[in-house]
């Protein structure tokens, strides 16, 4: 289940303009707009008439900064009301430069801070299995430089461990880690037994593929490769 | 039975009756605790612990996390700013090795700021037990509470447990006398001390939040003394705010804010830091009679010889 479109993809470029009050929203200024589209387009079970639901996907942004593209997708979704873009980062406004989960219905958790979402989708994670519900998915998305915080690391170690097949990660690779990662970030998660793919962070098709062939075994990582 | 052994007894009761509560440890503390389907121990990752804490309470559960208080307080203390307070969900955080406890282990396992710490941040309950009774009342309460919660546990305990979370007026002295506060397990220390001395003491186990109007009514004069387990000062501007309208002194006794290259026992400690009951009485005595702040440093002690190559 999907959620049912309220505005479509080709409406993100206009939602960007009111949030920013630029006119200039080439895609590429933003690395995880496709990736969040297509998250909620056409992979999360999540529903803005019941952002609470117990049985819905949980989608956790660690990456919490540059959150334009995710308040214009919760728009275009419907979970919040696309009026209230306009006052981004103002004193009187819900959406602020790092998103907050109790301003803002649909999301999870409250980031900015990088490092610390990955640790915490763990935490819900174990409370879902705990719990014995079979559906819901937890799905994180990280950057490629989040990833040199290293309470990721002790996140990614224990994940795979545990084998928390619940788990996905996205990593929204834009190659901004200075240091870069030789061989491919992926490489980190498959040592500690992750499944990975790296697939075109813009192509929706094979993101939506790669989402779909997580199986339940094991943790997965996508690694969405976005260049410039 | 220690502090320690009490709350693991108590958290293995509460994981077995309470399909909420859930305990998160970060190896410290897992070999006494029966496996459970709700006891998460993550390995040496303290910052990991707090996170997954907060992911159990988004998702409902009432998480227990321990660990040894540098691990517990000062190394995530980030995630528990974050994870937990700006998160909105609550956890119980509970502590062993108070202050110098561990003097044994050096100062990477002493974390005498662990209450001035959590007390810089908003909403927090903060208990100081002084005897195992305390350390399972406050537990098992805050089972059943929803915000986040310190318990910190020491090796010092007194003689008689107390079922107060105000200020306990314990020793009465005559009108206009000074107010001594013993928080926690200093009590046996501060009633020696203060034996032969014409004050009253008063007992405090929780310091957060602080019961200003005990202290208000306890005090019949204009002379406060606060004995802390901890960082000395630690709950000077509760104190401060308590008696903004009434003037009074106050002298702070604690923990002092330096590093101390000297391992040995914890009584050891307790007494380079002025907390034994000669040191506490000679403090109070001077304050009475007037005498300056002596200021938060430590006794003079002699440094371990250095050990050449």
Redesign the interface.
């Given at each position: 289940m999907a959620t049912t479109t309220k505005l479509g993809y080709d409406d993100l470029p206009g939602l960007l303009t009111v949030l920013t009050g630029d006119e200039k929203h080439d895609r590429s200024s933003y690395s995880t707009l496709d990736v969040l589209w297509v998250l909620y387009d056409r992979v999360l079970h999540v529903d803005p008439s019941a952002p609470d639901d117990p049985e819905r996907d949980r989608f956790l942004l660690s990456k919490g900064h540059g959150p334009a593209a995710y308040y214009a997708v919760l728009a275009a979704k419907g979970f919040i009301p696309v009026d209230s873009l306009a006052g981004f980062g103002n004193g009187d406004s819900a959406l602020g430069y790092h998103p907050d989960?109790?301003l803002v219905p649909g999301v999870?958790?409250?980031s900015g801070?990088l490092?610390?979402g990955?640790?915490?989708?763990?935490?819900?994670?174990?409370?879902?299995d705990?719990?014995g519900s079979d559906g819901p998915r937890v799905i994180c998305l990280v950057g490629d430089a989040e990833l040199e915080e290293?309470?990721n690391f002790?996140?990614i170690?224990?994940a795979g461990r545990l084998g928390l097949g619940r788990l996905m990660v996205v990593v929204v690779d834009n190659d901004s880690s200075t240091y870069g990662w030789p061989g491919g970030v992926e490489r980190r998660f498959e040592l500690e037994g992750w499944s990975a793919v790296r697939v075109d962070g813009r192509d929706h098709d094979a993101l939506e593929a790669a989402f779909a062939a997580a199986g339940r075994d094991r943790p997965r990582v996508v690694v969405a490769e976005v260049r410039p | 039975m220690t502090m320690r052994e009490r709350f693991y007894r108590v958290a293995q009761e509460l994981l077995d009756a309470d399909p909420r509560v859930a305990v998160v440890l970060a190896e410290i503390g897992a070999g006494e605790l029966r496996p459970h389907p709700r006891l998460f121990n993550v390995g040496i990752r303290e910052q990991l612990m707090v996170g997954v804490a907060a992911g159990l309470a988004l998702e409902g559960l009432r998480p227990f996390v321990h660990s040894y208080a540098p691990f517990l307080v000062e190394r995530p203390f980030e995630q528990v700013k974050l994870d937990l307070v700006h998160q909105g969900v609550g956890a119980v955080l509970v502590s062993t090795g108070a202050s110098y406890d561990g003097a044994r282990s050096g100062r990477t396992h002493q974390a005498p700021a662990d209450v001035a710490l959590l007390r810089a941040l908003p909403g927090w309950t903060i208990h100081v037990p002084g005897h195992p009774d305390e350390v399972e009342r406050f537990v098992r309460r805050a089972a059943a509470a929803d915000g986040n919660v310190y318990v910190r546990l020491s090796e010092e305990v007194n003689a008689t447990a107390f079922d107060s979370d105000e200020l306990v007026v314990v020793r009465e002295g005559s009108l206009g006398a000074a107010l001594v506060v013993a928080v926690g397990p200093t009590l046996e220390q501060v009633l020696a001390g203060t034996s032969d001395l014409d004050v009253s003491v008063a007992y405090l186990c929780t310091v957060l939040p602080f019961d200003a109007a005990g202290l208000r009514a306890a005090l019949r004069g204009t002379n406060v003394v606060l004995v802390e387990p901890y960082l000395a000062g630690t709950s000077a501007a509760e104190i401060a705010a308590a008696l903004a309208d009434r003037p009074h002194r106050l002298l702070a006794l604690g923990v002092a804010n330096e590093e101390i290259r000297r391992y040995g026992t914890g009584p050891e400690h307790r007494a380079l830091h002025g907390l034994d009951a000669a040191e506490i009485r000679g403090a109070i005595a001077a304050f009475l009679a007037g005498s300056p702040h002596p200021g938060w440093g430590i006794a003079p002690h002699p440094l371990p010889a250095t050990i050449s190559a």
């Open positions: 989960r109790l999870e958790i409250s801070s490092g610390h990955l640790p915490i989708a763990i935490g819900v994670t174990l409370a879902l705990a719990g290293g309470s002790e996140a170690q224990l | -």
